[in-house]
């Protein structure tokens, strides 16, 4: 119920925030002072969502975020970036970057959350992980390898890379095209993010420095 009503509460963030002309740098928004390369083709727009598994308001932002990627034109890509800040955030990192290599991880993403913040499940343990993408047509010797493979554990370093470069020291976030960050305190809420982030893609295309 809790998510259906932040999904409600989305649309009325719309009314607040009309374009990139009424967001104001360092209130609504930060700048980095160096961008960090996009991974997107040209003519491209990337946003970036960095978020942990285990965290509550990366949980609740996730409907409304959803909603939002379903409906971004066709000039922009979305991708989320795993959180990787030591601990249980790098052990959901390489479940997220192994669920990608395993080819299930459409399947797994909402429900691996469903089961951390539903459930009361840490999926911590390599032998949790494993035995929770049995679920999803792997055998638990399949995810196991995978969880411990070295694509995995680039794609983590690599990650753990780019939350550096972007300068965060908490998620959620969103990143427009390598150089402007949205939290959910600049936003003002959670809700409020998708709406920020469609004003600065509007100011990237503007701008034409997709």
Known sequence: MF???????????????????SLVEGE?????????????EEGQIEVVEA???????????????????????EDVTFYRLPATMGGDWNKHASAF????????????????FDAIHQDGRRLTEEE?????????????????????????KSQVNQAHAR??????MGVP??????????TPSSAGSLENMPQIASALIEKVR?????
């Not at 970057?97 to 691996?112: P, R």
Request: aromatic share 12%; hydrophobic share 45%; charged share 20%.
């Open 51 to 73: 978020f942990w598994y285990g965290c509550p308001h990366c949980y609740n932002l996730e409907d409304p975020l959803n909603a939002w990627v379903a409906e971004l034109p």
């Open 97 to 112: 970057y192994a669920a990608q290599e395993l080819g299930i991880l459409e399947a797994t993403h909402e429900d691996f």
């Open 128 to 152: 949790d992980v494993a035995d929770f993408f049995s679920d999803y047509g792997v055998s638990e010797e399949e995810a196991r390898k995978a969880l411990n493979s070295f694509g995995v």
């Open 206 to 210: 503007d701008n034409g420095n997709q």
């Open 173 to 182: 976030a969103l990143i427009v095209d390598g150089r402007y960050v949205i």
């Open 3 to 21: 998510k259906t009503l932040v999904i409600a509460l989305a649309g009325l963030g719309l009314s607040s925030l009309a374009s990139a002309q």
């Open 163 to 168: 939350m550096r470069a972007y300068e965060l």
């Open 28 to 40: 609504h928004y930060k700048v980095l002072n160096e961008a960090v390369p996009t991974q997107v």
